[in-house]
C-alpha cells in the first residue's frame, strides 16, 4: 500500500508551560498566576453548580456567561466569544482569521505560543524585532501582513503600548485582523477595547486566569465586532460544540459578580509589585531601559549573576521563577508576583544565592 | 493594500447538535444523554475539589485522571489521552494522524461531525456508503486511503460490528491509523480495545458524555499504543497546554471508582431499551432490517407517518428527539432511552400523534 501511518502525522514542537510543581512548600512565581483566591461567592456558586445536571451537555452558546461579559463591558452579547483559557481563544482565532498566503506579523519576544500555533496551522508568519528597550515598532507593522497578533502589556516582558500607537496599527490594516492580547491589561494597563466599536478588524482577547483568580477554571474570551465573533463561532462549533463544561461557565459568571473583591485583588498585586521593583533594584536587578511592568510579574536582569544560574539555584530551594533560553532575553528572569510573604521569601533566598555566587 | 481580511478567514459549515433546551417541562431524548445522574460521591468529589487551588493552573499531564484511566482499563499511563469530550479527542486525533494526500475514509452515514472536522482541517475525505440495511462493509476500507474513522456501534444507527470485522480493517491497514469511535460501546457492545496491544495503528475513543452520566463536564479520553498518543500530545501541547479543567480533572477520576452504580445504570438503560424496540413496534415502528441497537438510543421510521411530522409534532409537545433531514435517513427518528417514566411520556404522545395525523 502506500507506506507507514507515519508520514501521516503532523510534527510539531510543542509550547512548554512553566512547571506546575505538586509541592505544597513550593513557592511558586513561575506561570504568572494569581496569587490570592477567587471570591468566596465564586467558590460557592462553582460548588452549587454541581449538581444531577450534569448529565446533560452544557449550554453550547454559553448564554450565561457570554450576556455577563457583555454587561460587564458594555458591548453586545454576540460580540463576545468564550473559550477553554485565552490560549483557546487566540487558537481559535489563528485557525479562523489567519488563513492567508500572506506571513502574520508578531514581535521577536512575545508570548512565545504565537509561534507554536503558526507551525502548527502551518501559517506563514514574520518575527519582527523589538528595539534595544524590548519596544514595538509600530513601523514594523505597516506593511503587508495576513494577520497581526501581540500582548499588551507585552510578557515576557511586561512593558505596555500607548492605546494610540495601537490604534495606529489597527487603522494601518484594514485589510488583516489584528489581536491584541491582553491577558495582563486589569494590572495597570489602559485597554483598546474602547476601540472595537471603531474598527471591524480588532479583536481583543482577554483571560481568567491571571487577574480573576481562576487558572484552574481556563476561562478566557475575545471581544470584537459581530462579523469577526461569528466567524469565530462558526470554527469553534465546526471542531467541538461544547469546549465550557457546566462549572466553568457558572464560575466564569460568577466572578464577574464581585467587582470589589476584583478591585482589591489587584490593588494589593500592584502595590506588591511597586514594592517589588525597588527591592528588586536593591539586590543588583534591573528591568529593560525604561521599562516598567505594568503586569504581575516583573523582567529582569541580575548586574553580575547569569539569569539562568538563579533560576536554577531558587528551583533547588523549590522558588519557581521563570527563564527562557532564548536569544536576547537569556540573561532575564520572569518573576510572578506573589503574596507579600511569598516576595519576602524570594528576597531573603536572593540575598543568599548572590551572596553565594560572589564568593 | 493586498485586500479585505475577510479573504483571510476559514470558511466553515458548522456541526448542528441537538436543541439544548432549557425548559424544565421538557422531555429531553434529542442528545443521547444519560437519563440518570452521576453518583452522588462524584458530586460530592467536584463539590470538594473547588477551593482556592483553582488560583494555580491545573495539572497539564492531567496524571491523576490518566492514571485512574489506565488502571481502569489495565494499559499503560502513556497510552491514555484525556480531552474536552471525545469530540475534543477525536478532532485532535484528525489534526495528528490525518495529514496525508490519501482521502481519510468514514461512513456515509454515521456521525455528522467527521465531515464537519474533514472540511475544517481541509482534509481529503471518502464516504463510504453502508449497505441497504446500513451496515458497513468492510471490504470499503481495503483500500488506499489516509485515514479511516467510523463509530462502533455506529451513529445514529446504533448498529454494533463485531469485533473480528474490525480488526479486518486494522489489520489491512498498517499504511494509516484506525479510529474506532466507541461513545457507546459500553451500553452492550463489545470494545476493541483488546487488540491494543496488538496494532500500533490502531485509536479508541470513548466519552464520560453517554454511559458515565457527566455531559456537562466535557471528559473523552482515546486508548492506543504510546506513539500514537504521545504524537496526539505534541499536538495538544501546540494548541493549548491545559484542556481539562481542575472539576473535570477531579470528576473524571471520582466516576471511575463507583463501578456498581455504573453497572447498575447501564443495566437499567439497557433494560428499559429493550422494553421500548417492543413497544415502539407495537406502534408501528421499526429499525433498519436486522438492525438492532447496542446504544443508548433507537434508530426508527414508522410504517406510515412520516419521521419528519413526528419530530415536528413531538416538539410542539416539549418532547425532543432527533431528527436528521439528510439523505437515506430522511424517514427516521433517533430517540434517545431516557427514564421509563420519559419512555411512558413518549409512548403516550406518539399514540395521539399518530391518532392525529390518521385522522
Known amino acids: 500500500m502506500n507506506g507507514n501511518w507515519r508520514d501521516n502525522i503532523r510534527r510539531v514542537a510543542p509550547y512548554v508551560p512553566g512547571e506546575q510543581t505538586m509541592s505544597p512548600r513550593a513557592v511558586k512565581l513561575n506561570t504568572n498566576e494569581n496569587p490570592y483566591p477567587p471570591a468566596p461567592e465564586v467558590l460557592q456558586?462553582?460548588?452549587?453548580?454541581?449538581?444531577?445536571?450534569l448529565r446533560k451537555y452544557p449550554d453550547p452558546d454559553c448564554r450565561q456567561l457570554i450576556h455577563a461579559l457583555a454587561d460587564y463591558h458594555g458591548v453586545k452579547p454576540s460580540q463576545v466569544f468564550v473559550g477553554v483559557g485565552s490560549d483557546d481563544v487566540l487558537a481559535m482565532a489563528?485557525?479562523?482569521?489567519?488563513?492567508?498566503?500572506?506571513?502574520?506579523?508578531?514581535?521577536?519576544?512575545?508570548?512565545?505560543?504565537?509561534?507554536?500555533?503558526?507551525?502548527?496551522?502551518?501559517?506563514?508568519?514574520?518575527?519582527?524585532?523589538?528595539?534595544?528597550?524590548?519596544?514595538?515598532?509600530?513601523?514594523?507593522?505597516?506593511?503587508?501582513?495576513?494577520?497581526?497578533?501581540?500582548?499588551?502589556?507585552?510578557?515576557?516582558?511586561?512593558?505596555?503600548?500607548?492605546?494610540?500607537?495601537?490604534?495606529e496599527i489597527v487603522a494601518a490594516n484594514p485589510e488583516s485582523v489584528v489581536?491584541?492580547?491582553?491577558?495582563?491589561?486589569?494590572?495597570?494597563?489602559?485597554?483598546?477595547l474602547s476601540l472595537v466599536d471603531k474598527y471591524d478588524n480588532l479583536l481583543v482577547t482577554r483571560t481568567y486566569s491571571k487577574s480573576r483568580s481562576l487558572?484552574?477554571?481556563?476561562?478566557?474570551?475575545?471581544?470584537?465586532?459581530?462579523?469577526?465573533?461569528?466567524?469565530?463561532?462558526?470554527?469553534?462549533?465546526?471542531?467541538?460544540?461544547?469546549?465550557?463544561?457546566q462549572t466553568a461557565l457558572a464560575a466564569g459568571t460568577a466572578a464577574l459578580a464581585d467587582e470589589?473583591?476584583?478591585?482589591?485583588?489587584?490593588?494589593?498585586?500592584?502595590?506588591?509589585?511597586?514594592?517589588?521593583?525597588?527591592?528588586?533594584r536593591k539586590l543588583g536587578f534591573s528591568a529593560p531601559?525604561?521599562?516598567?511592568?505594568?503586569?504581575?510579574?516583573?523582567?529582569?536582569?541580575?548586574e553580575s549573576v547569569p539569569a539562568?544560574?538563579?533560576?536554577?539555584?531558587?528551583?533547588e530551594?523549590?522558588?519557581?521563577?521563570?527563564?527562557?533560553?532564548k536569544p536576547r532575553i537569556d540573561n532575564y528572569l520572569r518573576i510572578t508576583i506573589g503574596t507579600p510573604e511569598q516576595m519576602e521569601i524570594l528576597y531573603d533566598n536572593l540575598r543568599e544565592i548572590l551572596k553565594e555566587t560572589e564568593v
Open 45 to 53: 456558586v462553582i460548588r452549587e453548580s454541581n449538581d444531577e445536571g
Open 94 to 167: 489563528f485557525m479562523t482569521f489567519f488563513c492567508g498566503s500572506q506571513p502574520v506579523l508578531f514581535p521577536d519576544i512575545s508570548y512565545a505560543f504565537y509561534e507554536v500555533w503558526a507551525e502548527m496551522l502551518r501559517i506563514p508568519y514574520r518575527k519582527q524585532p523589538l528595539d534595544d528597550g524590548f519596544r514595538l515598532k509600530k513601523e514594523d507593522y505597516f506593511q503587508k501582513n495576513g494577520g497581526i497578533v501581540f500582548p499588551n502589556p507585552n510578557a515576557p516582558t511586561g512593558l505596555l503600548e500607548p492605546v494610540s500607537a495601537i490604534e
Open 179 to 192: 489581536i491584541i492580547d491582553e491577558a495582563y491589561i486589569d494590572f495597570g494597563g489602559e485597554s483598546v
Open 215 to 245: 487558572a484552574g477554571m481556563r476561562i478566557g474570551y475575545a471581544i470584537g465586532q459581530e462579523e469577526l465573533i461569528s466567524s469565530m463561532l462558526d470554527v469553534r462549533n465546526s471542531y467541538n460544540s461544547y469546549t465550557m463544561n
Open 260 to 280: 470589589s473583591y476584583f478591585r482589591e485583588t489587584l490593588s494589593k498585586i500592584i502595590r506588591t509589585r511597586e514594592d517589588a521593583k525597588e527591592r528588586m
Open 289 to 302: 531601559v525604561g521599562g516598567e511592568s505594568f503586569s504581575n510579574f516583573l523582567f529582569l536582569a541580575h
Open 308 to 315: 539562568g544560574l538563579i533560576f536554577q539555584k531558587l528551583r
Open 317 to 325: 530551594r523549590e522558588i519557581f521563577v521563570r527563564y527562557f533560553n
